[in-house]
C-alpha cells in the first residue's frame, strides 16, 4: 500500500497571509501539493459551512491563514475566523473527527516563513492521523 | 421571538441513523433571527448530516429548504412535493414547525432538529435572554415594566426572596434579580409604594396551568 | 483671484517612503513627476527593517512601490543621482547620472526626500565595535532578525553561530554625544525602534533576556507610550545608565558591560551579545548637493527650515521632507512629503505627463458562457519555462479562451489579448497577485467592461519536482473562480469641489489655506468665537519663533482669502455621505446650513487638564503651562528667585497613559527665556523622562549649560507642593535621586505641564463615524501607512486631535492633510462599489445580525425597504456580514458562497482522478 498522503484545503486572506507568501516564496520554500489553496479578501469571509465542505467532498484536514490578531485591516476578520473553526472543531468532535484536523493559524510579513511551515506542519500532522472518513461508492 | 439553540449533532445522527435521503427544513421566521433555524444553520447541519455518513461509508443525500414561516400551514404546503420523496424531514424551527410538518405530511418521519428554549430577545450579539413566560395575562405595568414570572427563578409576584444578594440571583451569578431591579427602579422613580398596593392573586387559567391554550377572534374567523 | 503661477512637473529626489509619498501625493493632483533614486529599487530605508512601529505596515510599502511603476505620472529613476540642480522656481534644471550617462531633466520645482543615513560607530573606541564580533548595530540586528535576511530571522551572534540568551541594547550611539561623535542632537527613532527590537526578541524567543540601557526613554508619538508599556509587560527590561564601556570576556566570546546606577553604584553585567542603537544622519551624498546648490543647513547639517514652514528651504522651489528634514519617523515623514506637494501646489501649476485615461463603454459585452483570458506575468528569478507549463495546462480547461504572456506595457498588452481573444473576464497568474490587480483593473475599465471580471492565481511556493500537478491544481481552481465572477455593481459619482475644515487652530487654518492656494473653495467651521485655537496660548515654537506674529498672520490671511468661508460660532451636528460627496449640516448661532463637500480635514484640536493636583487653584503663583506667560508679568520674574517647572502633570499615569509630547520642550524653551530675563532666577524642572527629542535636545543641552536643574521623580514619589494660602509661599518637595534624599525649592512660582487631553476628539468622531485610538485621540486609517487619513476614506486629519505635538509639526501635517484632500478634489469622479456586500432585500429577515457584526458599523436597516442596507460607498469587502448573515441574504460577487462552497468539489474531484 503506497503511503497516504492527506488531502488538505487551507483558506487564507489576501493581506497579511499573502505577504508572508512573498516571504515564504523568498526563502525558496515550496508548498507541498497536497495542501490546495484558496484566497480570501478576509478570514472574516469564512464561514462554518466553508470549512465543513471540504470535509464532505473528502478532505483529511482544513486549515485557516488570517492576520495577526493587530494588524487585521478589517479589525476582527481573523477574530471571527478563530470562532468560526471553533465552531468547526466540535461538529467534528460529534461526527467522531478529529477536531485537530481543522487549525487556524496567524501570519504575517514577519512570520512569513510559517506560510509554507504550516502546510508541511499540518500534512505531517494529518498523515500521522490517517484519513478522515472511507471512500464512498455512490 | 422564540429563542431555540442547535441540538446536539450527535442526538440527530441518532435520529437519522441509517436513512439514506434527509431533508433539513429551515425557517425563516424567529429562528433565523437567533441564528439557529436559518438557511445558513441549515447548510451547515445538512454539511454536518452528510459528512457523518460519509464517514461510515455512506452517501446520505441531504437536502436543504428553508420556508417562509412554518407556523402557518400555506408556507407547509410549499414542501408538499419534495417530503415525500424523503426518508425523514429535520426541522430546525421552533417546536411549532415539526408538529404542524407532522400534521400535514402524516406519513413522514418527522425530527426537531433545535430545541426551544424561550420568548426572550438579543441582548447582545450572540446572546439572548428570556423575557416572557406566556402566562396569559400581562402583569408587567406592576413592575417597572419587567417581568417577574419570566425572570425571577423562583416567579416570585411579591419581592426579592433571601436568595438576593448584591442585585443578582443565588442561581447563577449571571442571572440578575430581577427583584432588586424592579425595587431599585420603583426607588429611583419614587414610586415604591406603588409596590405595597394589594393586588388579587394572579389567576394562572390563563397559563398553561389551564392546559393547552387555544385562542379564538370571531372577527377574524370565516 | 489665482495670481499667474508659472507651470511644470516636479522632481522627487529619494525613493524612499517619503519620496514615495510625495510622487503619489504630486501624481494625484495632476504633476507628472520624476523620482530619482540611487539603488536599483525604490523603499528606501524601510526593506531593510524587521517590522515597523508601532504597528507593522512594511507589508503595505510594496503596493506604494507599485502604484509609482504603475502611475503614468511617476517616471521613476532607479540607479541614478543628481549631481548639480539649477534655475529658478518653475524652470529649474538637474543633472541625473544613470549608469554613467548624464541627462539634463526639466522640472518645475524639487522635492529632496534621501533620506537618512546610521551611525557608523567604528570609530567610537569603548563599544569595540568591529572589533568584538558580539557588538553589532541595531540595523545589523534586524537584518538578522528578518526572515528573509541570511540568518532567516533566526538571530545567532557572530562570533560561534549560537543562538543569544541575553542580549544588550546600548542606546544613543551616535546621539546626544557632542565630544565624542560631535552629534548633539537626538535621533528620535531610537528608543522606539530598540523596544521594537527588543519586544520581536522577546515574541520570538521568549527565554531570551532582553535589556535596553537608556538615558531617557523618548516615546513621544501616537501610541508610543503603549508600545513601551507594552514592552515592559513583555518583560523588556529597562536601565537608565549610559553604559561607558564594553568589554571582551576571555574567549568565551560573551560581552562585559560596566555601567553605574543613578546613585553612583557601579555594576558588570555578562550578556551574550550587545546591540549598539545607532542614530540618524542626514545623508552625505546629498549634503553635498544641498551646499552646491546653496541650501541653508542648520548646525546639525539637517536642511534648515522655519518653523512656521517647515518644508521650505532657503531656495524657493527646493523642498524637503523625511531625514533630510531632521531625524523623523515614518509618519512624521510621510506627512511632510505630502505637505511638500501641497507647499509646490500653491507655487506650481501642474504639468501632467500623460492625459487622464478615456474609459470606453462596451456594452455588447455577453458574460455567458464564460471565456476567460488566462494571462500570465513572470516575476524576476521565475524560471521561463513555467511559461510554457501556465499555456500547456491552461489551454486544457474549458472556458478557456485564450492564454498570454504579459510583459512590458502590461495594460495595453492585456487590453489588446483580451480583445483578440474576445474574453469576457480575465484570470492574471503571477508571482504577486496584489501588485498587478491594479493593472488587470485598468485594463478592463480600458477594454470598456467592469473592472471586477477577474481573478488571480498566485505563481509562488511553487515546488519544482512537482510543478505541473501544483501549477494546474492552482489554475483548475483560478479557472473555476473566474468562471463564476459576475459583474460587481458600480456608481460613479461627481466630485463635490469643495473641501470642509473642522477647526480654526493652526492646523485647521493652515490646512484652509493650502486647499484655497491650490484652487479648491474651502469651508472652516470653528465651535469658539476667536480663530487660533490653543496656539493663542502660546508666546513661542521650541526653536523660538514668535508665535503671536505667525497666528495674526495666519488668520489675517485665511479671513482675506477669497476661497475661504469661515464660520466661527459654529458646529458641524451631522454629517453623511462618502468620499467625494459628503454632506456635513453646521449649526451656527441656532442657524443650521448645509455644506456639500468632496473632502474633509478634521482638525478639532485638544485641551489640557486642569489638574486636582499640586495645590493647582489654591494659589495664585501656580500656573499651567498654557497660562504662564499671559499671567506672569515681567517685574515679577525680574525679582523671582526660584522657579520650579513640574513635567507629567496628568499624562503617563494609568488613566491617561499618552505622553503629551510638547510640555517637555515648552518646559526648556521657558526656561530658557526666563533665564534670559533674570538670569539669578533658579530653575527647577521636576520631570519623569527628559523627552527633547531631535534637535530639541540642543535646548536640554543649553539648558543645562545656563545652569537649570533637573530632578527626576518617578510615579511613586511625586513631588509634593505645599502653599498656605493664595498668596502665601510655595514649597516643593522632591526626592532627589542621586542625593538619595528628599529636597525642598521655596518656589516663587510653578508651572505645571498639564497633559494634553482629546476632549473634543469624542464628538467629532461620533458626528463624522471615525474611529478613535486607544488614547482617545483620531485613529488613523486601518489600511495603514497613512497617517494623515482617518478611518473614514476622504476625510483627513491634522494636529492635536491626532496626538500632542508642536506647532511646526501640526502645520506639516495640515498642509500634508490638504494635499490628500486634494488628491480627492482634484479628480472629477469617484467610482463607489466594486468589491462590496449587498443586501438580496427579498430573503432579509431584518434580523440585526449584519449591523451587529460590521467592524466598520456600516450596515443599517432600512424601514422603509424592510430589510439591510449596506451602502456601497462605504463598505469595506471584507464579507463579514456575508459570513455571518443566519439568512443568507448578503452577497459579495467577488467572493460568493457558490465559489467557497464548490472549491472543494473542483480540487478534490479532480485529484481523485
Not at chain 1, 478576509?42 to 471540504?54: A, D, F, V
Not at chain 3, 521632507?321 to 501641497?342: E, K, Y
Not at chain 3, 485615461?357 to 483570458?373: E, F, G, T, V
Not at chain 3, 463607489?832 to 458599523?857: D, H, K, M, W, Y
Request: hydrophobic share 40%.
Amino acid at each position: 500500500m503506497s503511503e497516504f498522503v492527506p488531502k488538505i484545503m487551507a483558506f487564507y486572506c489576501s493581506n497579511c497571509a499573502t505577504s508572508a507568501a512573498k516571504v515564504s516564496h523568498g526563502m525558496s520554500k515550496t508548498m507541498p501539493s497536497n495542501v490546495h489553496m484558496i484566497h480570501v479578501p478576509c478570514t472574516g469571509r469564512i464561514e462554518t459551512l466553508h470549512l465543513l465542505k471540504p470535509f464532505e467532498e473528502g478532505a483529511d484536514g482544513v486549515y485557516v491563514a488570517g492576520c495577526q490578531h493587530d494588524s487585521c485591516q478589517y479589525i476582527g476578520g481573523i477574530a471571527k475566523a478563530e470562532k468560526r473553526v471553533l465552531q468547526v472543531k466540535k461538529i467534528l468532535e460529534q461526527l467522531g473527527i478529529d477536531p485537530g484536523r481543522i487549525e487556524v493559524f496567524s501570519l504575517s510579513a514577519a512570520l512569513g516563513y510559517r506560510f509554507v511551515d504550516i502546510a508541511w506542519e499540518m500534512t505531517e500532522k494529518i498523515r500521522r492521523m490517517g484519513p478522515a472518513s472511507m471512500s464512498v461508492n455512490p | 421571538m422564540i429563542v431555540a439553540e442547535a441540538k446536539p449533532i450527535s442526538e440527530i445522527l441518532t435520529m437519522v441513523k441509517g436513512l439514506k435521503k434527509v431533508l433539513v427544513l429551515g425557517c425563516k421566521g424567529c429562528v433565523t433571527v437567533c441564528n439557529v433555524g436559518g438557511a445558513k444553520e441549515a447548510g451547515i447541519l445538512a454539511s454536518s448530516i452528510r459528512i457523518a455518513g460519509r464517514k461510515e461509508g455512506i452517501m446520505v443525500d441531504v437536502g436543504e429548504h428553508t420556508l417562509e414561516r412554518q407556523c402557518d400551514p400555506e408556507y407547509i404546503e410549499e414542501v408538499k412535493d419534495i417530503v415525500p420523496s424523503y426518508d425523514a424531514v429535520v426541522s430546525i424551527a421552533c417546536g411549532v414547525g415539526p408538529q404542524f410538518l407532522s400534521e400535514r405530511y402524516p406519513g413522514a418521519k418527522v425530527f426537531p432538529g433545535v430545541n426551544t428554549k424561550f420568548m426572550g430577545g438579543a441582548v447582545a450579539h450572540g446572546i439572548w435572554s428570556e423575557r416572557c413566560a406566556g402566562c396569559g395575562t400581562c402583569v408587567i405595568h406592576y413592575f417597572g415594566g419587567m417581568c417577574p414570572i419570566a425572570r425571577c427563578s423562583k416567579s416570585l409576584m411579591n419581592g426579592p426572596c433571601g436568595g438576593s444578594s448584591h442585585g443578582k440571583c443565588e442561581i447563577s451569578k449571571d442571572v440578575d434579580c430581577i427583584w432588586d431591579m424592579i425595587v431599585r427602579k420603583a426607588m429611583d422613580q419614587g414610586r415604591l409604594n406603588d409596590l405595597l398596593e394589594f393586588r388579587p392573586p394572579k389567576s394562572w387559567t390563563t397559563a398553561r396551568d389551564g392546559g393547552p391554550r387555544r385562542m379564538i377572534r370571531e372577527e377574524l374567523v370565516k | 483671484m489665482a495670481k499667474k503661477i508659472p507651470k511644470g512637473s516636479v522632481m522627487v529626489l529619494g525613493g524612499g517612503i517619503a519620496g514615495i509619498q510625495a510622487s503619489l501625493s504630486l501624481a494625484g493632483a495632476g504633476y507628472g513627476v520624476y523620482l530619482v533614486e540611487r539603488s536599483h529599487s525604490l523603499g528606501g530605508m524601510i526593506p531593510n527593517l524587521h517590522r515597523i512601529y508601532p504597528l507593522c505596515a512594511c507589508c503595505k510599502l510594496d503596493s506604494r512601490i507599485d502604484a509609482c511603476n504603475q502611475h503614468p505620472n511617476i517616471r521613476i529613476l532607479l540607479d541614478s543621482t543628481v549631481d548639480e540642480i539649477s534655475g529658478t522656481l518653475g524652470d529649474m534644471k538637474a543633472s541625473v547620472t544613470t549608469d554613467g550617462r548624464t541627462s539634463e531633466i526639466k522640472a518645475g520645482a524639487i522635492v529632496l526626500a534621501t533620506g537618512i543615513e546610521t551611525f557608523d560607530p567604528s570609530g567610537l573606541e569603548p563599544y569595540s565595535y568591529g572589533r568584538h564580533p558580539n557588538v553589532v548595530t541595531s540595523v545589523e540586528y534586524e537584518q538578522m532578525q528578518r526572515p528573509l535576511g541570511p540568518e532567516k530571522g533566526v538571530v545567532k551572534r557572530p562570533s560561534d553561530g549560537k543562538e543569544p540568551r541575553r542580549i544588550a541594547w546600548l542606546q544613543c550611539v551616535g546621539s546626544r554625544d557632542v565630544n565624542r561623535c560631535k552629534v548633539p542632537y537626538c535621533s528620535s527613532v531610537c528608543c522606539m525602534y530598540a523596544l521594537k527590537e527588543a519586544a520581536n526578541t522577546r515574541d520570538t524567543s521568549p527565554e531570551t533576556e532582553t535589556t535596553v540601557f537608556y538615558m531617557d526613554m523618548r516615546t513621544h508619538g501616537k501610541g508610543y507610550e503603549n508600545y513601551l508599556n507594552n514592552a515592559v509587560s513583555k518583560g523588556v527590561r529597562l536601565i537608565r545608565s549610559r553604559v561607558h564601556s564594553v568589554n571582551q570576556t576571555a574567549d568565551t566570546g560573551d560581552v562585559a558591560l560596566s555601567w553605574a546606577e543613578e546613585n553612583g553604584t557601579l555594576n558588570e553585567e555578562i550578556f551574550d551579545m550587545v546591540v549598539l542603537s545607532v542614530g540618524l544622519k542626514p545623508s552625505a551624498q546629498t549634503l553635498a548637493l544641498a551646499e552646491k546648490i546653496g541650501i541653508e543647513l542648520n548646525p546639525d547639517h539637517y536642511v534648515s527650515s522655519d518653523p512656521f514652514n517647515p518644508v521650505s528651504t532657503s531656495v524657493p522651489g527646493v523642498f524637503v521632507c523625511g531625514g533630510m528634514a531632521g531625524p523623523n519617523d515614518i509618519g512624521q515623514s510621510m506627512g511632510q512629503a505630502s505637505a511638500a506637494a501641497a507647499e509646490i501646489q500653491r507655487v506650481l501649476a501642474p504639468a501632467p505627463f500623460a492625459k487622464p485615461a478615456d474609459y470606453p463603454q462596451n456594452n455588447d459585452l455577453k458574460l455567458s458562457p464564460p471565456k476567460i483570458l488566462v494571462a500570465y506575468h513572470l516575476c524576476g528569478g521565475m524560471d521561463e519555462e513555467l511559461g510554457a507549463e501556465i499555456e500547456k495546462i491552461a489551454e486544457g480547461f474549458q472556458n478557456v479562451a485564450g492564454v498570454r504572456r504579459i510583459d512590458e506595457a502590461a495594460v495595453s498588452s492585456l487590453v489588446e489579448a483580451f480583445k483578440k481573444t474576445k474574453a469576457n473576464r480575465i484570470l492574471f497568474a503571477s508571482c504577486t497577485p496584489s501588485s498587478h490587480k491594479p493593472v488587470v483593473e485598468e485594463a478592463l475599465k480600458r477594454s470598456g467592461v467592469n473592472p471586477y471580471l477577474y481573478d488571480t492565481v498566485d505563481l509562488r511556493v511553487l515546488d519544482p519536482s512537482d510543478v505541473s500537478n501544483q501549477l494546474r491544481d492552482r489554475i483548475r481552481m483560478g479557472v473555476a473562480r473566474a468562471s463564476l465572477v459576475s459583474p460587481a455593481a458600480l456608481v460613479s459619482m461627481k466630485v463635490e469641489k469643495r473641501a470642509l475644515v473642522v477647526g480654526g487652530g493652526p492646523a485647521g487654518l493652515e490646512s484652509a489655506l493650502s486647499l484655497a492656494d491650490a484652487g479648491y473653495p474651502v469651508t472652516l467651521v470653528e465651535r469658539q468665537e476667536e480663530l487660533g485655537g490653543n496656539a493663542r496660548h502660546i508666546k513661542s515654537t521650541w526653536q523660538g519663533g514668535n508665535v503671536a506674529q505667525y497666528l495674526d498672520g495666519l488668520i489675517r490671511k485665511t479671513k482675506d482669502h477669497p476661497g475661504i468661508t469661515v464660520m466661527t460660532r459654529a458646529e458641524v451636528v451631522s454629517n453623511h455621505g462618502s468620499c467625494g460627496s459628503f454632506i456635513a449640516a453646521v449649526l451656527k448661532e441656532g442657524v443650521r446650513s448645509e455644506i456639500r463637500y468632496g473632502a474633509g480635514i478634521l482638525a478639532p484640536g485638544a485641551e489640557t487638564i486642569v489638574p486636582a493636583e499640586y495645590s493647582y487653584g489654591k494659589n495664585s503663583r501656580i500656573y499651567l503651562w498654557s497660562e504662564l506667560f499671559a499671567k506672569l508679568d515681567s517685574a515679577f520674574i525680574g525679582k523671582a528667585r526660584n522657579a520650579v517647572f513640574i513635567q507629567c502633570v496628568g499624562s503617563r499615569e494609568p488613566q491617561m497613559p499618552h505622553c503629551s509630547n510638547l510640555c517637555c520642550s515648552f518646559a526648556l524653551r521657558s526656561a530658557l527665556d526666563l533665564k534670559e530675563q533674570n538670569p539669578d532666577l533658579n530653575i527647577y524642572i521636576l520631570f519623569r523622562e527628559m523627552r527633547a527629542f531631535g534637535e530639541r535636545e540642543n535646548l536640554y543641552r543649553a539648558a543645562r549649560e545656563k545652569g537649570i536643574i533637573f530632578i527626576r521623580y518617578d510615579l511613586n514619589s511625586k513631588p509634593a507642593v505645599h502653599s498656605a494660602g493664595r498668596d502665601e509661599i510655595i514649597t516643593v518637595t522632591v526626592q532627589e535621586p542621586i542625593l538619595g534624599r528628599p529636597v525642598t525649592i521655596e518656589a516663587d512660582f510653578i508651572s505645571l505641564q498639564s497633559a494634553i487631553a482629546p476632549t473634543g476628539c469624542r464628538e467629532t468622531a461620533k458626528v463624522f463615524n471615525v474611529e478613535l485610538d486607544p488614547d482617545g485621540f483620531l485613529a488613523e486609517a486601518p489600511e495603514k501607512l497613512r497617517p494623515l487619513d482617518t478611518t473614514m476614506k476622504g476625510l483627513f486629519m491634522a494636529g492635536l486631535a491626532v496626538y500632542p505635538k508642536d506647532i511646526t509639526e501640526s502645520i506639516a501635517q495640515a498642509r500634508g492633510a490638504a494635499a490628500r484632500a486634494a488628491e480627492i478634489l482634484a479628480q472629477d469622479e469617484v467610482q463607489i462599489g466594486g468589491l462590496v456586500a449587498e443586501v438580496n432585500s427579498a430573503r432579509c429577515a431584518e434580523c440585526c445580525t449584519c449591523v451587529r457584526t460590521c467592524p466598520f458599523g456600516v450596515p443599517r436597516i432600512d424601514y422603509e425597504k424592510g430589510a439591510a442596507y449596506i451602502d456601497p460607498a462605504l463598505c469595506r469587502g471584507c464579507g463579514m456580514c456575508v459570513a455571518e448573515c443566519p439568512g443568507k441574504a448578503i452577497v459579495m460577487s467577488s467572493m460568493s458562497d457558490e465559489t467557497l462552497n464548490g472549491a472543494p468539489a473542483v480540487f478534490f474531484a479532480a485529484a481523485a482522478k
